[in-house]
């Protein structure tokens, strides 16, 4: 394999281009026209315009990406995330044109893409399932049956869904009809099939998911877990290796039931099983996303394995060069998504252009991004500016290395999510591992941060104040009370 398009844009498919240097692998970018003096598209080796800005006229234009892989010779394609990289049609269209698709087979692809047909593919592997149905519901009045039988609350959640679409918490019989009126509709909108399903809901449950890397010579191994129960509408935002709560015999068994849905379809390269796991540490299983996941890099830290290059390095036909037993967690990892989004008005976009944008630097501090200072934010795509990655040898020190590199992390003209990021590290439920996915509901709050803020910019108006005062040269000292913030800080 010689040259490879990343059919995908910012900071993932300038993530996976580097990896592709450090291999000696040429990289070809495709970009739209909004994207066109993206840091991706001029490190690429060669780059390729897909269209207009709007993703359906350019990311999503498999015809046009063929094109461009037919002109230049490419002999692989790495989807990234998002776009197309779970389309089991493109990666028909790949294979037919002879192109190596780097990531799993159509199988895998399609199988674990239906919610319904996932489970139904894992069930012969003995994998805890959350209580439900296995089949899709139509008729409301059967449905509201099986509800009851089940027990409240329950969830209807879209077969084809995914991040919240199509999903309803459904706590009586009395809103059960409106609700599953609401999924099938959304579901219809926004997957283009209206299949639901229902199961019980997991009331206070935490996200645990399971790196699983396979090869074509029947070789699976999993890289352990990562936590993700910090989310704000279903999507994760804090993510961290491994996790507090997991002891290793659970750790095995939940490693070996994610090697199990990965075997169950024939899964080749690197992809991710996802657990409920409740109160008692039961776990449940919940999907299978193949391909490579936004958060990989905290795996990657903990066990020293660059997923990229090993998705590569299957793609062309190589069996694994390590096994279960040369895998072992050290230290610790967290990530923290940098969104375009206002910490302080429950997560609205925010647009705009980057004015002031310096990066946090320092051991054991990773930032993958896909901008740079002067640049605008597109409202056309995933509002995700970076990923803010830190390592430490243990679980307080990488904390400890987030609210540094949140502290160095300048961006201004747009709100970001940094001052969420620092909400969560100083949280107490955070800081003891007593987290769920609710979280946010039930320690955030747009006021709580701007609470938590005033006290941090106090102590900066006071420092500055001193500092100011003695670039004049003053000889009378500031009045400022002896019990001041700043003044009993390790500066």
């Known amino acids: 394999m010689k040259k490879v398009l990343v059919a995908n844009r910012g900071e993932i498919a300038l993530r996976i281009m580097r990896t592709l240097r450090k291999m000696g692998i040429q990289s070809v970018a495709v970009y739209s026209e909004v994207d066109?003096?993206?840091?991706?598209?001029?490190?690429a080796?060669?780059?390729?315009?897909?269209?207009p800005a709007a993703s359906s006229e350019s990311y999503l234009r498999a015809d046009k990406i063929l094109e461009a892989c037919k002109k230049l010779n490419v002999d692989g394609i790495h989807p990234g995330y998002g776009f197309l990289s779970e389309n089991a049609t493109?990666?028909?269209?790949?294979?037919?044109?002879?192109?190596?698709?780097?990531?799993?087979?159509?199988?895998?692809?399609?199988?674990?893409?239906?919610?319904?047909?996932?489970?139904?593919?894992?069930?012969?592997?003995?994998?805890?399932?959350?209580?439900?149905?296995?089949?899709?519901?139509t008729d409301i009045p059967a449905a509201k049956t099986i509800a009851e039988g089940i027990g409240y609350p329950i969830l209807i959640k879209a077969s084809a869904g995914g991040g919240g679409k199509g999903m309803r918490v459904v706590s009586s019989a009395d809103e059960f009809e409106e609700q599953m009126k609401r999924a099938v509709s959304e579901a219809e909108s926004s997957f283009g099939d209206g299949s639901v399903f229902i199961e019980k809901y997991v009331t206070s449950p935490r996200h645990i998911e399971i790196q699983v890397l396979a090869d074509t010579h029947g070789n699976i191994v999993h890289l352990f877990e990562r936590e993700c129960s910090i989310q704000r509408r279903h999507q994760k935002v804090v993510e961290e290796a491994p996790s507090a709560v997991l002891t290793p015999e659970l750790r095995a068994r939940m490693g070996k039931s994610a090697v199990d849905v990965a075997r169950s379809c024939d899964y080749v390269g690197a992809g991710t099983v996802e657990f409920l796991l409740d109160d008692d540490h039961n776990y449940y299983f919940l999907e299978m996303n193949t391909r490579l996941q936004v958060e990989h890099p905290v795996t990657e830290l903990i066990t020293g394995?660059?997923?990229?290059?090993?998705?590569?390095?299957?793609?062309?036909?190589?069996?694994?060069s390590f096994t279960q037993e040369d895998l072992t967690i050290t230290g610790h990892a967290l990530e923290l998504?940098?969104?375009?989004?206002?910490?302080?008005?429950?997560?609205?976009?925010?647009?705009?252009?980057l004015s002031r944008y310096i990066r946090p630097v320092g051991e054991g501090i990773r930032v993958d991004d896909g901008f740079e200072e002067g640049m605008e934010i597109p409202i056309y795509y995933d509002p995700m500016i970076a990923k803010l990655i830190t390592y430490g040898s243990n679980r307080n020190e990488a904390m400890s290395k987030m609210l540094k590199a949140i502290e160095d992390y300048k961006i201004e003209g747009v709100e970001t999510t940094l001052p969420f990021g620092r909400f969560v590290m100083h949280n107490e439920a955070f800081q003891t591992g007593q987290i769920d996915t609710h979280f946010v509901k039930k320690?955030?709050?747009?006021?709580?941060?701007?609470?938590?803020?005033?006290?941090?910019?106090?102590?900066?108006?006071?420092?500055?104040?001193?500092?100011l005062e003695q670039?004049?040269?003053?000889?009378?000292?500031?009045?400022?009370?002896?019990?001041?913030?700043?003044?009993?800080?390790?500066?």
Request: hydrophobic fraction near 40%; include cysteine.
């Open 36 to 43: 066109r003096l993206a840091p991706h598209v001029r490190f």
């Open 45 to 51: 080796d060669e780059a390729v315009c897909l269209g």
């Open 90 to 137: 493109f990666a028909q269209q790949v294979a037919d044109a002879g192109i190596t698709f780097i990531g799993p087979g159509i199988k895998a692809i399609t199988l674990m893409g239906s919610k319904l047909a996932s489970k139904e593919t894992v069930a012969a592997y003995d994998i805890p399932m959350v209580p439900g149905t296995d089949h899709a519901i």
């Open 305 to 320: 394995v660059d997923l990229v290059e090993q998705q590569v390095q299957v793609a062309r036909g190589e069996a694994l």
């Open 337 to 353: 998504r940098v969104y375009a989004e206002d910490s302080y008005n429950n997560f609205l976009p925010s647009t705009g252009t």
């Open 443 to 467: 320690y955030y709050s747009d006021e709580d941060v701007k609470n938590f803020e005033e006290p941090e910019a106090e102590i900066a108006a006071q420092l500055a104040t001193w500092l």
């Open 471 to 491: 670039r004049k040269g003053a000889f009378h000292p500031v009045d400022v009370p002896a019990s001041s913030a700043w003044k009993n800080r390790d500066l």
